[in-house]
């Protein structure tokens, strides 16, 4: 099975940067496709970004032109790097790999944007 760990959040001022990064343990990495969600409190997971294995990419319309993400399938990687934050992009960050009906996520990492 794969499994996803996150790291990279913290706590920036408004208009800051952070980068996030997720590794993958597994076999078959590459043929997820893979990405970020994030979850504020009081709110449903809502999609960031995501990249297929080929490289890919779709962006929440608020976040475009802000963040990037990218992968590298030979370290069983893929990050975020998220640039111009909002105080409402505060949220936990989760990375997610799917395949057909199968869909892997990691416990989280905390993006707290505060001016």
């Known amino acids: 099975q794969v499994q996803l760990v996150e790291s990279g959040g913290g706590l920036v001022q408004a208009g800051g940067s952070l980068s996030l990064s997720c590794v993958a343990s597994?076999?078959?990495?590459?043929?997820?496709?893979t990405g970020w969600y994030r979850q504020a409190p009081g709110k449903e997971r809502e999609l960031v970004a995501t990249i297929t294995y080929g490289g890919t990419t779709n962006y929440a319309d608020s976040v475009k032109g802000r963040f990037t993400v990218s992968r590298d399938n030979a370290k069983n990687t893929v990050c975020l790097q998220m640039n111009s934050l909002k105080p409402e992009e505060t949220a936990v960050y989760y990375c997610n790999a799917a395949r057909s009906v199968i869909d892997c996520w990691g416990q989280g990492t905390q993006v707290t944007d505060s001016s």
């Open positions: 597994g076999r078959f990495f590459s043929v997820y496709t």
